[in-house]
């Protein structure tokens, strides 16, 4: 993980929200097709328990993406992640709608993204985070960089580090 700017560190004690796109940072961005035009896409399971483990210490997750999936909410349902927007245009919108519903900062919110459509609103929040094999723009808007590429581990090593920043990891992992 890189760590851009000199308190990015820091500021992951203080995420109370992490947003995700999907393409390209809960997937590996493929997306499969069917002869029936049924679209299936792969979810890395460490990811997912990530995600989970944050959630269980109070950690709030949501998703916003620019595509419309059923195999997203499938995943989001089984996660139990509670803030799913899908098929919007305008994702700073959809950011200003969560900081009225949660009542969360923007300065405590953190946003993971991969490509174009997510500059406006890495712009917006307290911690940009790119995956590894980001756009080279994104790369260089976001304040963290993650070793793993999307889709295969990236979202998990992004959760660990806030769980360790926040000293909650070892009280999470006791549950094991």
């Not at 399971?45 to 419309?68: F, N, Q």
């Not at 995943?75 to 927007?85: A, F, T």
Request: glycine share 8%.
């Amino acid at each position: 993980m890189i760590f851009k700017v000199p308190d990015a560190k820091t500021r992951l004690k203080h995420v109370r929200l992490l947003l995700l796109d999907v393409d390209g940072v809960m997937t590996d961005g493929t997306i499969i097709y069917d002869d029936n035009n049924i679209q299936t896409q792969t979810f890395h399971v460490r990811d997912g328990l990530g995600i989970r483990l944050l959630m269980l210490a109070g950690i709030e997750v949501g998703v916003i993406t620019g595509r419309k999936s059923e195999a997203l909410h499938h995943r989001c349902k089984n996660l139990h992640i509670g803030y799913i927007y899908d098929n919007v245009k305008n994702k700073v919108e959809i950011l200003h709608e969560i900081i009225a519903k949660t009542g969360i900062n923007a300065d405590d919110i953190a946003y993971m993204g991969d490509d174009l459509p997510d500059i406006s609103i890495m712009k917006e929040v307290g911690i940009p985070i790119a995956v590894a094999n980001a756009h080279e723009i994104i790369i260089e808007i976001s304040h963290i960089v993650t070793s793993a590429k999307g889709g295969a581990g990236a979202i998990r090593e992004i959760c660990e580090a806030i769980l360790k920043a926040q000293m909650l990891w070892d009280s999470v992992i006791e549950r094991f």
